[in-house]
């Protein structure tokens, strides 16, 4: 059963450029978590969803950031006209019921490096 | 919003010696604490949790303790040894069924 898989582990954009951050959740999970990791910093939470639908987008920018979990293929962030501070590790997690129930199991994360 | 507040932000520590890492949570309806350890430049990974309906939960040299009341709970790690060098974050559950992290402790066990 393979893990959570991120893609691409690492992303170079140019200011105003537009980066798509993809996660596959583990097999049978339909719940996933997208978090941001600065330098030396801890997790903050963005965006929560399940199959095509946004459960909790509280942690979500409110302009520039998107995020979706279609029925078919993997979660999609999405973050547009990149400025450097969204330079970052952007990690998904994925849990087969809610995280109050149930582990989140990680992927190795996506580093977004914008110049 | 959601807080979790988690200190120290560093700690060494001896080889063999304990470490304790404490976190105070905002949330009251809160019952799930897990713990993560991530080591460097590799994903997070659960090691504990705790729920709400117990105070204290062990697993070989790791434990973690819940006080409720005080809405606080603590990570412990007995005989530390060189490979529990990592930054672990504490975590709580919120009513919309996610999870938020506390800022992270970065612990270095000194051989």
């Known amino acids: 059963n393979a893990g959570v898989m991120q893609n691409p582990r690492h992303l170079v954009r140019r200011r105003g450029q537009e980066a798509r951050l993809r996660c596959s959740p583990m097999?049978?999970?339909?719940?996933v978590y997208w978090y941001r990791q600065l330098p030396e910093e801890g997790l903050k939470f963005m965006v929560y969803?399940?199959?095509?639908?946004?459960?909790?987008e509280s942690g979500m920018p409110k302009e520039r950031f998107s995020a979706e979990f279609p029925k078919e293929g993997p979660s999609i962030l999405r973050i547009q006209q990149v400025v450097r501070g969204d330079s970052a590790a952007y990690f998904c997690?994925?849990?087969?019921?809610?995280?109050?129930?149930?582990?989140?199991?990680f992927g190795e994360g996506s580093r977004l490096t914008v110049l | 919003g959601e807080n979790v507040e988690q200190h120290p932000s560093t700690l060494s520590v001896q080889e063999g010696d304990s470490a304790v890492i404490k976190c105070t949570y905002s949330?009251?309806?809160?019952?799930?604490f897990p713990w993560y350890k991530q080591e460097l430049g590799k994903r997070p990974q659960l090691i504990i949790d705790?729920?709400?309906?117990?105070g204290e939960k062990k697993d070989q040299r790791i434990a973690v303790t819940l006080n409720k009341t005080a809405k606080h709970f603590s990570l412990h790690i007995t005989e530390t040894q060189p490979e529990d060098s990592a930054v672990y974050f504490c975590?709580?559950?919120?009513?919309?069924?996610?999870?938020?992290f506390g800022t992270g402790t970065r612990l270095t066990v000194i051989p």
């Open positions: 949330d009251s309806a809160s019952n799930y």
């Open positions: 097999k049978g999970h339909s719940h």
């Open positions: 969803l399940q199959k095509e639908n946004i459960i909790d």
């Open positions: 705790i729920r709400s309906n117990v």
């Open positions: 997690a994925s849990s087969g019921r809610a995280a109050n129930t149930g582990e989140l199991f």
């Open positions: 975590a709580f559950q919120t009513g919309a069924n996610n999870l938020f």
